[in-house]
């Protein structure tokens, strides 16, 4: 039997039901096989840039400084299909475990195994796997001496660890090491928007589902999604990000020609009101109607994908992903005067795009809503929901941004472009959850 009594049809980024009468705890990342596939292959996948490998040992220039008298002259690239070999057999632990070499341009995109992840604590077992592997690959496929060998490290792990992070490192991975990590459950939560913007190749709506199983995974990891407070965060990840009951696709499309954030909020709260989430609780003398709930949770659902919608429409008209602080802040405040109810997240996220706006372009201008994420110290008070409106309006974006994720984040669309689970998150959660509803 279902924990929850919550029952939702999903769409698609089409408008298009994909899935009836599906059980909240059937999208949960505990039990929907897609949002675990999305995480596995998250912590797992790593990419090996062999040019850059190849042109930092010849030129001597490793992790950032140049060693004149070091330099190694060999044709990495040429023999990739022998490197990705001998990289998988140092990284399988046994044949039909998963592990995937796979040759993209001038990379190796592997992907290690979960029985070697199930032998380590942390995530970045994958990094430090395939970096040794490589390492080794390296010297023994062109029989580098044993005084030159420091060098294929330095080209392939950077300048760790002189450094807490593998700075210059011709290895990658889409999640940041645990030291830049605000706390814990912070992993999921550090990946940039941009990033997102990158694997869902700008389709908003895709871009929106995966930022949101990305913070609400974080949010259980985190043990904030524990007991009481699992149902919120459910209801959440439903309606913000897979489109539960087609209200975020109904909402744009309702407000996407001529519409306003202000005519968000009027749509929202008429939803709201007909589907029995909010009633009147008075009307004070000057007319105005002070509104309630019975259910909390629901109605944090209904604000935060309004958030999203308002961000669309908004950001959507301009073209400009710099309008996503402006537009979360005064779309909460408004909001919360229409209703006399608390906005998205009971009030952090209009906290946060106070704060955003300074950070993003304002007098201090550090760089553009592309470079957020969850683990942001202005973004990370808002949990689960905010981040995904930052992804919306970054895959909207026209060209504006001077940090686009076309130059911060191409590698992962390289990456993970193929894979199905990110480029079209809505319909594999969806799929996914059909089944789960039938074993409860």
Known sequence: MPKYEDVIDLYDDNGKRIAKDIPLEAISPLRNA???????LTKRTIAVDLAGIEKGLKSGSVAGAMIKGKEIDIPLVKNAAKIAGIV???VQVFDGDGTSVVIKGNRLVVVVPEARMDA???????????????????????KIPMYEANMVKAAVWGRYPQTITFQGANVKSILEVPQNNEGAGFALRNIMANHVVSLVNRNAMQGTALSAIFEQCGSYEMGDLIGNF??????????????????????VKKNG???????????????AIDDGVISVKETLPSGYKVYTTKDLPLWNAYASTGMVA????????????????????????????????????????????????????SIYGGGGPGLFHGNHVVTRHA????????????????GTQTFSAEATSGLFKEVFGDIEEFARPMQCVAAEA???????
């Open 34 to 40: 897609a949002i675990k596939k999305i995480v596995s």
């Open 88 to 90: 998988k057999e140092k």
């Open 120 to 142: 380590g604590i942390e995530y970045t077992t994958g990094f430090t796997a395939v970096a040794a592997a490589v390492t080794e690959a390296i010297i023994d496929e062109f």
């Open 230 to 251: 699992e149902r919120g965060g459910l209801l959440s990840l439903a309606y913000e990000g897979l489109n539960a009951n087609n209200m975020l696709y109904t909402l």
């Open 257 to 271: 020609k001529t519409g306003t954030v202000g005519s968000v909020i009027e749509s929202l709260m008429d939803r």
């Open 310 to 361: 308002a961000v669309m429409v908004n950001v959507g008209a301009a073209r400009a992903a710099q309008g996503v602080p402006g537009t979360v802040l005064y779309y909460n405040d408004l909001l919360e005067h229409e209703s006399g109810l608390p906005g998205a997240d009971f009030g952090r996220s209009e906290g946060v795009g106070v704060g955003m706006s300074f950070f993003s372009h």
């Open 383 to 398: 949990k689960g929901v905010l981040i995904p409106a930052v992804t919306a309006a970054n895959c909207l974006d026209g």
């Open 434 to 440: 059909k089944k789960v509803k039938k074993k409860l």
